[in-house]
């Protein structure tokens, strides 16, 4: 596609419950970046992709939370049994190279009732 | 580790007037810059970006910042806003320790409101 692409747009589940969101970068870009924008502390970096790997996932708030990435394409990140401090709005971005990230796509608006 | 300050919550214009949104940062050397905008139910969108060179950095949208490095300052720019500018605004610090500007850090925004 022409933008980043996440999926699902909104998501409503249960305490506990495990979560999967996707994220389709830009085709060609080789970098992936996933944020989290939560009211009560904005934005926030989580994880970052050089291709498949993962060379800084300093901002995963915890082990419930986990990412991949594979092909070097598409990403989806987990959170197992979540919580409703995991309310937030999740957002992928891509780019070439390391030049930050460069291009948002529209989120995942999680709710955690 | 690297933090940034966005003074101004909310500020409001008139249309045709000249915009001024300030971000302040602090970082033990120069770090990588970055504006975005967000409108309503958006993504991110990158308004412009400071790696080095030209301390004025031109973007899209008729937008320009400024690094100050004496003021520790990176502030937004426009000269003429149109009501379509109405949105919020982060600005985002990157550190450069690791030769990429992937782990940003971002103010907490200000949101800009045009009055016709």
């Known amino acids: 596609g022409a933008g980043v692409s996440q999926s699902p747009s909104n998501k409503v589940t249960e305490k506990g419950k495990d979560v999967e969101l996707r994220c389709d970068p830009i085709?060609?870009?080789?970098?992936l970046y996933w944020y989290r924008q939560s009211l009560g502390q904005g934005l926030e970096f989580l994880i970052y992709?050089?291709?498949?790997?993962?060379?800084?996932k300093s901002g995963l708030p915890s082990d419930r939370f986990s990412a991949e990435r594979t092909g070097g394409s598409v990403s989806t990140l987990t959170i197992q049994r979540t919580q409703q401090e995991d309310s937030a709005v999740y957002l992928c971005?891509?780019?070439?190279?390391?030049?930050?990230?460069?291009?948002f796509g529209e989120g995942s608006w999680l709710t955690v009732v | 580790a690297q933090s940034v300050t966005q003074p101004d919550i909310h500020i409001t214009v008139s249309e045709g007037a000249s915009l001024e949104l300030r971000c302040n940062y602090s970082?033990?050397?120069?770090?990588?810059l970055f504006w975005y905008v967000q409108s309503p139910g958006q993504g991110l969108q990158l308004l412009l970006k400071?790696?080095?060179?030209?301390?004025l950095v031109q973007g899209i949208k008729g937008f320009e910042a400024e690094f100050k490095r004496s003021q520790s300052s990176f502030n937004l720019r426009k000269p003429s806003v149109h009501w379509s500018d109405a949105a919020e605004y982060f600005c985002?610090?990157?550190?450069?320790?690791?030769?990429?500007?992937?782990?940003?850090?971002f103010g907490t925004g200000t949101r800009l409101q045009v009055t016709l």
């Open positions: 971005a891509s780019s070439l190279g390391q030049g930050g990230p460069i291009y």
């Open positions: 085709s060609g870009h080789t970098a």
């Open positions: 992709f050089q291709g498949n790997s993962a060379p800084d």
């Open positions: 970082y033990g050397a120069t770090p990588y």
């Open positions: 400071y790696f080095s060179g030209d301390t």
């Open positions: 985002a610090v990157g550190a450069r320790g690791t030769g990429t500007a992937s782990k940003l850090t």
